[in-house]
């Protein structure tokens, strides 16, 4: 079993930055692929960036390539989204989830295992 919480989440103005952390605790938490995934209201939840045990090679949906960092201190099992240039479209409940085991189409998110209960973004205009 894996345990992720999610933190950082907030309100913050058009343009603000803000960091979300996902701690995550159990068994071998450090060697497992972690994404993370928004739902805004009324969409269904979308991938938004993922990174492997290593910390190399992180991907990212299009439309978050270049505001968005995603990256991980394994000493802490823990792995942050920086976001930048935040826009009102962006406001959704953040999530954070691992894969077990391998995978290779990191956008799936049907592919994690282990998921958090979120943290609400809210990004005013």
């Known amino acids: 079993q894996v345990q992720l919480v999610e933190s950082g989440g907030g309100l913050v103005q058009a343009g603000g930055p803000l960091r979300l952390s996902c701690a995550a605790s159990g068994h071998d938490a450090s060697t497992y692929t972690t994404a993370w995934s928004r739902q805004a209201p009324g969409k269904e939840r979308g991938f938004v960036a993922a990174v492997r045990s290593s910390g190399a090679i992180p991907y990212y949906t299009d439309s978050m390539k270049g505001r968005f960092t995603i990256s991980r201190d394994n000493a802490k099992t823990t792995v942050y989204l920086q976001m930048n240039s935040l826009k009102p479209e962006d406001t959704a409940v953040y999530y954070c989830?691992?894969?077990?085991?391998?995978?290779?189409?990191?956008?799936?998110?049907?592919?994690?295992?282990?998921w958090g209960q979120g943290t609400q973004v809210t990004v005013s205009s």
């Open positions: 989830a691992v894969a077990r085991d391998f995978i290779s189409l990191l956008s799936a998110t049907s592919n994690y295992n282990y």
